[in-house]
């Protein structure tokens, strides 16, 4: 049996739950209906109670029905949604999510449906899905359908929206994503000041018959590689662009989280890293550069984004931060130092062009990295051909190493 997790407030939308469970029934889905309202009277039968999402979120329904705030009301329930989903997926029996409403139930619903795998799906019907949805989508697959009309009662288009809705879940469910009978994948970093070297990298992988995915280095990007390498999706990182650290440092708009060079390392996948774009921050148009950076070197990409170049002060930090999550890596790593400039602004004559800062960085990484992370040098800046093919034949090292071994291992 496909399980369905169908979660929402059955005091306020009971009748569209009810709707729903019945379109899933008729396409053959088991529906695991769960209450999520606090205050009123569920509209519908369910299978998992209102009390129980408050008790995995460690308060009784009474406690959170008496906060003042109906924000933290929210949030506790969307805390015991979490563990609710977390027990069901554990035990296997979730296959998919659907849930419908509009900003607060979204936030509520977002949290846990986002915790389920990549490739599960998952959809929120919203009055939301036009507004700015990254706060609740993030690095993962959540699909968010707009619902046309509020969901407030049934009606002709919410019907037709729903049953649309359901549809699409369905057609998902026999059509499974697929992880197995493909090439390995391979992920990549890659900013607009370093896709010379990059590209050459994914060039010469793609050569030997790696499925190489190319992240962009903005934030989301960042958290998008570690989600994958977490989750078991990749067999290598090729890790030449680690600017977000940057912007984590000193308030960019293209920050990744505390998260950043972790996962990989945590799961044993062989990696190749670099410093690519580490001399610079992003922030958006020139009236957007905090007052604390004023005086500070800048460069106006376009108009909506202005880079800052990070100082010698600056870059020893980072040195540091890359250097610790580098030596706390389980699996293979190498950090291959560039010569003449971590991206295409601070090569010699560029306005980015540092060398005091970048001796820092390098110095730094190199007194936390460790023993156990290797280090190799190239003649040529990180935004070049020749950069991206030693960083690229240095990764294929590990992973023929890693393939040997497993294929030893299973003799």
């Known amino acids: ?85 977390r027990s069901l997926q554990s035990a296997g029996d979730v296959h998919a999510a659907f849930g419908m409403g509009g900003s607060g139930a979204l936030s509520l619903l977002a949290p846990a449906f986002r915790s389920l795998p990549l490739g599960t799906p998952k959809m929120i019907v919203t009055t939301m899905a036009s507004s700015d949805t990254r706060p609740y989508v993030r690095e993962s697959d959540l699909l968010l359908m707009p619902s046309i009309v509020d969901i407030a009662g049934l009606n002709t288009l919410s019907r037709f929206t729903l049953e649309r809705a359901t549809a699409m879940l369905a057609a998902q469910l026999r059509h499974p994503a697929r992880r197995d009978g493909g090439a390995p994948m391979v992920a990549a970093s890659m900013f607009g000041v370093t896709t010379i070297g990059v590209s050459a990298a994914c060039r010469s992988l793609e050569s030997k018959g790696l499925d190489v995915l190319v992240f962009h280095a903005n934030g989301l990007g960042g958290r998008t590689l570690e989600s994958l390498a977490g989750e078991g999706w990749l067999s290598g990182v090729l890790d ?20 950043r060079l972790t996962a990989a390392g945590r799961a044993g996948i062989p990696q ?79 306005p980015f062009f540092w060398p005091e800062a970048d001796e820092a960085l390098e110095k730094a990484v ?21 950069f991206g093919e030693q960083a690229a034949a240095l990764l294929l090292e590990h992973l023929s190493k890693v393939l040997s071994e497993r294929i030893e291992n299973t003799r």
Do not use: C, W
Not at 14 to 28: C, I, N, P, Q
Not at 240 to 259: C, I, M, W, Y
């Open 272 to 350: 190749v890293v670099s410093l690519g774009a580490l001399d610079i921050v992003n922030f958006g148009g020139p009236e957007a550069i905090p007052d604390r950076y004023q005086g500070r070197r800048l460069y106006q990409h376009n108009a909506t984004a202005t880079l800052m170049r990070t100082a010698p002060d600056e870059a020893a930090v980072l040195g540091a931060v890359l250097g610790e999550r580098l030596a706390a890596a389980r699996g293979p790593v190498t950090l291959l130092l560039p010569s003449g400039g971590l991206s295409a602004l601070s090569e010699p004559g560029g």
């Open 1 to 85: 049996m496909t399980y369905v997790v169908l979660a929402g407030a059955l005091d306020t939308k009971g009748d569209e739950y009810a709707f729903v469970k019945d379109l899933l029934f008729d396409a053959g889905l088991r529906p695991l209906l769960i209450d999520t309202g606090v205050r009123g009277t569920p509209g519908t039968p369910h299978d998992i109670t209102r009390q129980e999402v408050a008790r995995a979120a460690g308060h009784t329904l009474e406690e959170i029905a008496q906060l003042a705030d109906r924000a933290a009301a929210l949030a506790a329930m969307s805390d015991g949604l979490l563990g609710v989903v």
């Open 240 to 259: 030449l662009t680690t600017t977000e650290l940057a912007d984590d440092l000193l308030g960019g708009v293209a920050g990744a989280g505390p998260d």
């Open 366 to 386: 190199l007194d936390r990295a460790g023993p156990d992370v290797a280090v190799r040098r190239s003649h040529a800046p990180v935004n070049s051909t020749a």
